[in-house]
């Protein structure tokens, strides 16, 4: 007996190494809430602990500051090879907060010098998204991505009418439906449809083509879990005595007057697309429907491939905790030199 265990401890260590990376693109619209940040910073833990090959950030706010500040983050968190993408033409949303990514960007030390280094030398020519999509994915092992949408569905409703190209002979909707095993968004608000969500309502009819026509499951960690989870400000003030000067830190402390805490929209999607479902409850399939104001309706279906994440409020501090515990360690290599 005691041998048949001592076997199963050693097949259960090997099984551990051998568990693949998940293959992830992250699709953000990192510059209008600093949630986007605090979600950059755990998927970059992610990668140091080899959980996930993060193939790409693909941005939808346009402006050359979010490409910028992604720069900033690859290459502070020692990935600076990770491919990021931009969009043109996009939702109009500037106005709609103060710009922390442009902050961190324009920041400088004593000297008028950048206080943080990056590693491309032309943000403005950085590849448009739905075109890195295919690159990606035309590359990629079949059923093997996952993606994690986190702002407006422009990118992933262009990608979805993109026609064959160099990349591919496939159209892009055949193309995700080969390549792409999951998708994972934050949108949408399944208890109150009279609000509007602000990552549907941007760009309404990407939202409805993404829900209506995404050829893949799709789970949605919707507005009403995220406020259950609230970042601590204490911790962004206590917690990172390590790090000297911190992109994430410091966008936090630009997007509004310290101390505040904030809603966790973003992180929790990333959390479930790299973790799955320990930390949530996770609803019956069946399909979403988005409206032409802006509203996401439910409707419980077996033939459906739609799900949506809730929280009890145990599960809410859990993921608070683990949250706080990730986000305040230490990455595995970070690069400061100017």
Known sequence: MKRVLILLALASILFAGCVKPINLIMETDIGNDVDDAIAMDLLYKYVDAGKINLLATCINKEGTAPGEFVDILNTWYGHPDIPIGIIHEGADCETDAINYAQAVVELKDKDGKPVFKRTLKDHSNLPEAHILYRKLLSKAADHSVVIASVGFSTNLSRLLESPADEYSKLTGKELVAKKVKLLVTMAGNFVDQKHHEYNVVKDIPA????????????????????????????????????????????????????????????????????EGEKWFTVSEPGFIKVTDEGSTFFTPDEKGTRRYLTVSPEQAEAIKAHFVKVVTSKPANIITKK
């Not at 994430?248 to 990333?270: C, F, G, I, L």
């Open 207 to 274: 939202a409805k083509a993404v829900f209506g026509e995404w050829p893949t499951p799709v789970v949605t960690s919707p507005f009403e879990l995220g406020i259950q989870v609230m970042y601590p400000a204490t911790s962004i003030e206590n917690d990172f005595g390590w790090a000297g000067l911190h992109p994430m830190v410091e966008a936090y402390k630009a997007y509004q007057k310290m101390p505040y805490d904030r809603p966790t929209w973003d992180p929790t999607a990333v959390l479930f697309a790299v």
